[in-house]
């Protein structure tokens, strides 16, 4: 050991600075199963194409066999003077085989080797975050359908709007959702395709089958272009921005969260175990889980920030300025991980205040939009000029402060003449959420519909 796998040309072992910048190991460890994965169906074609001759190959896949046992049980010994994990894996090749372990590296080059090993893990991530939100939106589709006639306001701005109901407002975050799992899964499709055997940079002599290799790993075909098969991670860019997207939905659950925990909202609780209390203060019950799912939001945007940097204005084709690639797609993967899963678990066990949101959703004159719709369909005005009477209501209703609702008919008759006792009846919370039929509105029915037609998809 301490010798170097490229020792032949070298007279000097690498500086400690060297070894200190160079190393990866500590962090592409990770890669481990991807990258036996990968020599397997290397070493098989190498095989089956007459390239390595059948004992040594047998001797490679048993070594490799012994390496996967021995990362299993913790005994692999990960070294820092191997540097990552291709030659981690390929040194330890070498102590349990001896010589036939050299003959793997043929028609290969850690270039095809990282980017075949990282797209596998990559692959796989796109696939759980794909079921991660599906769990997600199975949580949100039951409280939705729990809650599909349940009133609470709608906001503008954050200022009270028009009242909908709180299955309408869940079904949201189950449309985005289900956009962010579309994402994940048009960037898997379009990753899908097997850089092995790019090998350095321009291919290989060997008569290797790029096809083969490509089918045992569960791609769709080799890439086109051996140069970009080595020196792109779009791929990986494609899941960060998928990623960071998701990350944002998440974020504004998360802050409508903490928003409707406040006392001052009071529409909703989290039960204790979701819940954090403070070391000074008696009384609290912190929504920690939401404000960190906002916050992990900026470790994954960063991390699409981190990676574009270090691809912008590489030549082609590998420069070592890609083993930076892993770090920021782990760390935000990890991240998305945990904040899909707290915001699963939130959303199946936030207790909603139906009565309190039910109250709110007629504060603020939240039902005037349906006065002045009232006046255009009863009155025949104009949308604009039944705005302004309607503004004027409100006006009136606040001086004398009461709701629309409450608003004396003789008030409302003072501001136009066309108003009957009969414009009272669209002035709830109720009636105006049931009057919002259009494909897609708030009224239950068709909140019911959609939730209806999600089920089936999901
Ligand atoms: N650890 C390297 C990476 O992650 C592997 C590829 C190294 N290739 C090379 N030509 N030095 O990018």
């Known amino acids: 050991s301490g010798q170097t796998l490229w020792g032949g040309r070298f007279s000097a072992k690498p500086a400690d600075i060297m070894q200190a910048i160079n190393v990866s190991i500590g962090v592409d460890k990770r890669l481990w199963?991807?990258?036996?994965?990968?020599?397997?169906?290397?070493?098989?074609?190498?095989?089956?194409?007459?390239?390595?001759?059948?004992?040594?190959?047998?001797?490679?896949?048993?070594?490799?066999?012994?390496?996967?046992?021995?990362?299993?049980?913790?005994?692999?010994?990960?070294?820092?003077?191997?540097?990552?994990?291709?030659?981690?894996?390929?040194?330890?090749?070498?102590?349990?085989?001896?010589?036939?372990?050299?003959?793997?590296?043929?028609?290969?080059?850690?270039?095809?080797?990282?980017?075949?090993?990282?797209?596998?893990?990559?692959?796989?991530?796109?696939?759980?975050?794909?079921?991660?939100?599906?769990?997600?939106?199975?949580?949100?589709?039951?409280?939705?359908?729990?809650?599909?006639?349940?009133?609470?306001?709608?906001?503008?701005?954050?200022?009270?709007?028009?009242?909908?109901?709180?299955?309408?407002?869940?079904?949201?975050?189950?449309?985005?959702?289900?956009?962010?799992?579309?994402?994940f899964a048009d960037a898997r499709a379009r990753m899908n395709e097997s850089p092995l055997g790019a090998a350095a940079l321009a291919g290989s002599p060997f008569p290797i089958d790029r096809h083969a290799t490509a089918a045992a790993l569960g791609f769709d075909g080799p890439m086109r272009n051996s140069l970009d098969a080595v020196s792109d991670r779009d791929?990986?860019?494609?899941?960060?921005a998928a990623a960071s997207i998701t990350a944002g939905h998440l974020s504004r659950l998360a802050e409508e969260i903490v928003v409707w925990m406040t006392?001052?909202?009071?529409?909703?609780?989290?039960?204790?175990?979701?819940?954090?209390?403070?070391?000074?203060?008696?009384?609290?019950?912190?929504?920690d889980a939401a404000e960190l799912v906002r916050a992990k939001t900026g470790r994954i945007m960063g991390s699409f920030v981190a990676l574009s940097t270090v691809m912008k204005g590489l030549p082609l084709a590998y420069s070592k300025d890609m083993q930076e690639d892993k770090p920021p797609v782990f760390e935000a993967m990890d991240a998305l991980d945990l904040a899909l899963t707290a915001m699963t678990a939130m959303v199946s066990a936030f207790r909603p205040n139906t009565e309190r949101m039910a109250?709110?959703?007629?504060?603020?004159?939240?039902?005037?939009?349906?006065?002045?719709?009232?006046?255009?369909?009863?009155?025949?005005?104009?949308?604009?000029?039944?705005?302004?009477?309607?503004?004027?209501?409100?006006?009136?209703?606040?001086?004398?402060?009461?709701?629309?609702?409450?608003?004396?008919?003789?008030?409302?008759?003072?501001?136009?003449?066309?108003?009957?006792?009969?414009?009272?009846?669209?002035?709830?919370?109720?009636?105006?959420?049931?009057?919002?039929?259009?494909?897609?509105?708030t009224a239950p029915e068709q909140v019911r519909a959609r939730i209806a037609e999600w089920k089936d998809r999901l």
């Open 33 to 183: 199963a991807q990258d036996l994965r990968g020599s397997r169906a290397h070493c098989r074609m190498l095989i089956d194409k007459g390239i390595v001759r059948p004992d040594d190959g047998a001797a490679i896949l048993g070594g490799l066999d012994t390496i996967q046992a021995e990362i299993e049980a913790g005994t692999f010994p990960f070294r820092d003077e191997y540097e990552d994990i291709h030659l981690n894996v390929e040194a330890r090749l070498s102590e349990l085989i001896g010589e036939a372990s050299g003959r793997l590296h043929t028609a290969r080059s850690r270039n095809d080797q990282v980017a075949v090993d990282f797209r596998l893990w990559v692959r796989d991530a796109c696939d759980r975050s794909v079921e991660q939100l599906k769990a997600l939106q199975r949580a949100l589709l039951e409280r939705a359908e729990q809650h599909a006639g349940d009133l609470m306001p709608g906001f503008t701005h954050l200022q009270t709007a028009q009242p909908v109901t709180l299955g309408h407002h869940l079904m949201a975050y189950v449309e985005m959702a289900g956009r962010d799992a579309g994402r």
């Open 235 to 240: 791929f990986a860019l494609e899941t960060l």
């Open 263 to 287: 006392p001052m909202f009071g529409f909703v609780t989290l039960p204790d175990d979701l819940t954090t209390g403070s070391s000074i203060m008696p009384q609290k019950r912190n929504p």
């Open 359 to 441: 109250e709110a959703a007629s504060w603020g004159f939240s039902t005037a939009t349906d006065l002045a719709d009232w006046l255009v369909r009863e009155a025949d005005l104009p949308f604009r000029q039944a705005h302004h009477v309607t503004g004027a209501a409100v006006k009136r209703a606040e001086q004398l402060g009461v709701g629309l609702a409450q608003l004396p008919l003789a008030e409302l008759q003072s501001l136009h003449p066309g108003v009957t006792e009969a414009v009272y009846k669209v002035l709830t919370p109720e009636a105006s959420c049931a009057s919002r039929q259009s494909f897609g509105g």
